[in-house]
């Protein structure tokens, strides 16, 4: 049960100002870091986002961009499986940020923890991040790329156990889902 779960919080649209990944290799939290990036449309942060996630162009201000951080996130990706709660979302701010610095599209493949839920407790109203959360007790900071990412690996591991995974692939063939290219 390997994995890296990922979340960004953007400035406005598909730029990003924070990343947060989260590493589980044989099905345990290995870490979790996160970064803040000065996104390209810096000094601008939507006034709606930052009320959201609490990131002003002051906090960013002596942060590197997404290009002078890839060096030590690519690492992360290469050769491996994604997840991220709303998948589309972070899929979509990655490939952005990834062909706005004209930097190659690592091999990875994704899933999306929202399917993961919904397939796996059906009975639940909502499958948001802060719902599903809720449910199973994780405690975390909504919003903050880091926790997001930390919180989306539990609730998979947590989908996964409901259906006795033997690893990854037969947690995502259990539950019928597929691993999407990035």
């Given at each position: 049960?390997?994995f890296i779960?990922i ?5 406005h649209a598909?730029?990003?100002c ?11 939290l290995e870490?979790?870091?996160s970064?803040l990036?000065?996104?390209?449309c810096y000094?601008y942060m939507?006034p709606?986002n930052e009320?959201v996630?609490?990131?002003?162009s002051?906090d960013?201000?002596r942060?590197?961009?997404?290009e002078?951080l890839?060096?030590?996130?690519k690492?992360w990706?290469?050769?491996?499986i994604?997840v991220?709660?709303?998948a589309?979302?972070?899929m979509r ?5 990834l062909?706005?610095?004209d930097?190659?599209?690592p ?8 399917s ?10 909502s499958?948001s991040?802060?719902?599903v959360?809720?449910?199973?007790d ?5 919003h903050?790329a880091g926790d ?6 539990r609730?998979s ?6 259906v006795?995974?033997?690893?990854l692939e037969d947690?995502l ?8 290219k990035?």
């Amino acid at each position: 049960m390997n994995f890296i779960a990922i979340d960004f919080e953007t400035a406005h649209a598909n730029y990003p100002c924070e990343i947060g990944l989260t590493r589980v290799e044989n099905g345990i939290l290995e870490e979790s870091k996160s970064w803040l990036i000065k996104p390209a449309c810096y000094p601008y942060m939507n006034p709606w986002n930052e009320r959201v996630h609490g990131i002003s162009s002051a906090d960013l201000v002596r942060s590197n961009t997404f290009e002078e951080l890839w060096s030590e996130l690519k690492p992360w990706f290469d050769d491996s499986i994604l997840v991220a709660h709303n998948a589309p979302f972070d899929m979509r701010v990655l490939r952005s940020s990834l062909a706005y610095y004209d930097l190659a599209i690592p091999t990875a493949g994704y899933f999306c923890s929202v399917s993961l839920s919904r397939k796996a407790w059906k009975h639940l109203p909502s499958h948001s991040l802060g719902s599903v959360c809720d449910y199973h007790d994780i405690r975390f900071h909504h919003h903050r790329a880091g926790d997001d990412a930390e919180a989306c690996a539990r609730i998979s591991l947590k989908a996964f156990e409901t259906v006795d995974a033997m690893n990854l692939e037969d947690g995502l063939k259990k539950l019928g889902l597929a691993l999407k290219k990035l």
